[in-house]
């Protein structure tokens, strides 16, 4: 499982960037969410990773 935390703003970003955070279910600065670890999952953080903090657990 991967928790992943969305720590800066979405406003000046790209609408793509804007829509795999709302992909990734996060709305809100602070906001966590738990995904699987597979690949899909990985390209979509990989695309925001200026905006998100990943943990492995």
């Known amino acids: 499982m991967l928790k ?3 720590i800066k703003s ?3 970003c790209k609408p793509d960037q804007v829509k795999t955070l709302a ?3 996060l709305r809100k600065i602070g906001q ?3 995904h ?3 690949a899909v999952i990985r390209g979509m953080i990989y695309k ?3 905006l998100v903090e990943v943990v492995e657990s």
């Open 10 to 12: 979405k406003i000046a």
């Open 23 to 25: 992909a990734l279910g």
């Open 4 to 6: 992943v935390k969305q």
């Open 48 to 50: 925001v990773r200026h």
């Open 36 to 38: 699987d670890d597979n």
């Open 32 to 34: 966590i969410k738990e």
